[in-house]
C-alpha cells in the first residue's frame, strides 16, 4: 500500500519559515516524481513545487525564490522549505507522487496523495 504522510505544517507569523516533510512508502522512491500541491479554503488545489528523478525543480512563480523543494532518495523523503511566509500562504499542503513522465505542477499528473498538513501564517 502506498501511503505519503507529511508532518511540519503549523503556525508562524508572516516573515517566518517552516519545512514541511513527506515520508513515502514506495518502493524505488528514486523513480517518483514528487510535488507539494496546497489548498486554501473556497480555492482549488494549485501546484507549489515540484522536483522530479533528475532532480530537475519547478516552482509556481508565487513562491519562486521563497520556497525550496528538495528531496533525499535515502531515506524516501521529500521537503519544502518555506521562507518569507506570506498570509496567502495559508493552506492545506499535500505531498503528491508519481512515476514517469514528469507533469510539473498539473495535479492530473499524480496518483498518491498524503492527507495533508495545515499551514497558517498571520499578518
Known amino acids: 500500500e502506498v501511503k505519503l504522510m507529511e508532518s511540519g505544517g503549523g503556525s508562524v507569523q508572516a516573515g517566518g519559515s517552516l519545512r514541511l516533510s513527506c515520508v513515502a512508502s514506495l518502493f524505488q522512491y528514486r523513480t517518483y516524481c514528487m510535488a507539494w500541491f496546497r489548498q486554501a479554503p473556497g480555492k482549488e488545489r494549485e501546484g507549489v513545487a515540484s522536483i522530479d528523478t533528475y532532480l530537475t525543480t519547478t516552482y509556481a512563480g508565487s513562491v519562486k525564490g521563497r520556497f525550496t523543494i528538495s528531496r533525499d532518495n535515502a531515506e524516501n523523503t521529500l521537503y519544502l522549505q518555506m521562507n518569507s511566509l506570506k498570509p496567502e500562504d495559508t493552506a492545506m499542503y499535500y505531498c503528491?507522487?508519481?512515476?514517469?513522465?514528469?507533469?510539473?505542477?498539473?495535479?492530473?499528473?499524480?496518483?498518491?496523495w498524503g492527507q495533508g498538513t495545515q499551514v497558517t501564517v498571520s499578518s
Open positions: 503528491a507522487a508519481d512515476g514517469a513522465p514528469y507533469y510539473g505542477l498539473d495535479p492530473r499528473g499524480y496518483n498518491y
